[in-house]
């Protein structure tokens, strides 16, 4: 699977938007962009996935830029609960479905 | 959808001894994995199961660590003669098949001391 990079850290304010850019430059045409996020002290959690449309759910929306090589998570009105690690992990539609997990993005927000 | 559930959520034992972690996954779901997760790191894959078929192993899992799956329902990950560097999270997360969004437990937190 190909390689993701994500800013280390992030900060938002309280009911303000947030976006988590994640760069994967080396995407082959098959590989969907999945993102994940992690509360702590529990396991990680599905948040959307997408292939080349933009997607959003109840959760959040991910915009793909047209060539791919990059996506952005879209928080449109942060909470508390939302502080967490964030994951953008590339998942091949040929490959076995384990998840490649980099450092992620640690978001914070601010009351 | 009772979720992942793993079990225990906590595990302190002495090096050297062995460990049985269990996880059952949401009833449905074909698909099986386990991760390791170090403090600051992210999950790390470890090994997953097609139904009752153990597929692929990480060059992570050692021959001191053994999983299965009787039967394609819960699992289980044994680990022999525990070494401080076994410390970690233990996670294991269920889908309906390969290529699907993965549900997590909440994971099994070792402490060798």
Known sequence: DAKTTQPNSMESNEEEPVHLPCNHSTISGTDYIHWYRQLPSQGPEYVIHGLTSNVNNRMASL????????????????????????????????????????????????? | DTGVSQNPRHKITKRGQNVTFRCDPISEHNRLYWYRQTLGQGPEFLTYFQNEAQLEKSRLLSDRFSAERPKG???????????????AMYLCASSLKGNQPQHFGDGTRLSIL
Request: aromatic residues 6%; positive net charge; glycine residues 10%.
């Open chain 1, 63 to 111: 915009a793909i830029a047209e060539d791919r090589k990059s996506s952005t998570l879209i928080l449109h009105r942060a909470t508390l609960r939302d502080a967490a690690v964030y994951y953008c992990i590339l998942v091949g539609v040929g490959s076995q479905g384990n998840l490649i997990f980099g450092k992620g993005t640690k978001l914070s927000v601010k009351p």
């Open chain 2, 73 to 87: 329902s819960f699992s289980t990950l044994e680990i022999q003669r525990t070494e401080q560097g076994d410390s």
